[in-house]
């Protein structure tokens, strides 16, 4: 309750300040304000969203290639700086991570709840990628349990391994 109360005081307060800065006095001359970045909760300082580069890691594990099964640590440099990390495609992957930022498309997020999906086995393949992208946190897992799955896996790789499929386990409906 007090949370909600001092919340609601902060809103109010911000609304009032902004509202007061539109209005300039006379013979003022107009001015462009500085956006300020506002802090989520528990975090300590602004910094902490825009640090520059990507740096992620990326596990997986049952791609049916056991060179592709592992931890993998990428990073990409801000701007389009330099790949590196332990990523056996970092430059590949740093690339396709560009794409997603230009297109400013999210390529962790969940499959949308109402989503239809076919209902096919695409393999065991499953994968957990963590870290900063793009200045935001990154918890994501992926698998291969249904069409829409594979396709958001398919749509990451070459950060997330091409995954052999058993084709005696596929079996669209």
Known sequence: MLR???????????????????????????????????????????????????????????????????????????????????????????????????????PFGPVGADTMCTMQHGGPATARITGTWHGHDVDATFDRTNGCEIRRWETLEPVLPTARQDEARTTPV
């Open 4 to 106: 909600r109360l001092v919340l609601t005081v902060a809103a109010t307060a911000t609304a009032s300040v902004a509202a007061l800065a539109a209005v300039p006095p006379a013979g003022a001359v107009p001015h462009t304000p500085i956006p300020l970045p506002l802090l989520e909760p528990g975090q300590s300082e602004p910094s902490a969203r825009s640090a520059p580069g990507d740096r992620l890691t990326v596990t997986t594990s049952g791609t049916g290639n056991p060179r592709a099964d592992g931890t993998y640590e990428l990073t990409c440099g801000a701007a389009g700086g330099p790949a590196g990390g332990s990523h056996p495609e970092a430059e590949a992957a740093c690339e396709r991570l560009a794409e997603f930022a230009t297109d400013q498309q999210d």
